[in-house]
């Protein structure tokens, strides 16, 4: 019996979104800051690759498949980037001490 390629990359993608959320729910808030750093990182190598993902079409037509969701996903990443860098400055902000 083989197993529907769709129905295993949807598996996987919902059992990285469960260790995903236990992961950054189960860090300290002094290591938060840094694994801020690192989630911008991987969103700008994303954003790299929706890029490529958008322009991937070969026809002259805008509206297509890879078109749609290489958009989708630089606005979704956009999107982290720019919550990564606002909690990132709420954090730092936590740590700067208070002028009397």
């Keep these: 019996m083989e197993i529907d390629p769709f129905i295993f990359r949807i598996s996987i993608f919902i059992l990285s979104i469960f260790v995903g959320y236990y992961v950054v729910w189960s860090v300290t808030p002094s290591l938060h800051t840094p694994l801020m750093s690192v989630t911008n990182a991987i969103s700008s190598v994303i954003i790299v690759g929706a890029i490529v993902a958008a322009l991937a079409s070969n026809s ?11 958009f989708l996903a630089i606005i979704l990443a956009a999107v982290n980037i720019f919550g990564g860098f606002l909690v990132t400055q709420r954090m730092l902000q936590m740590y700067k001490k208070k002028k009397k």
């Design 60 to 70: 002259e037509k805008i509206f297509e498949t890879p078109s749609i969701f290489g």
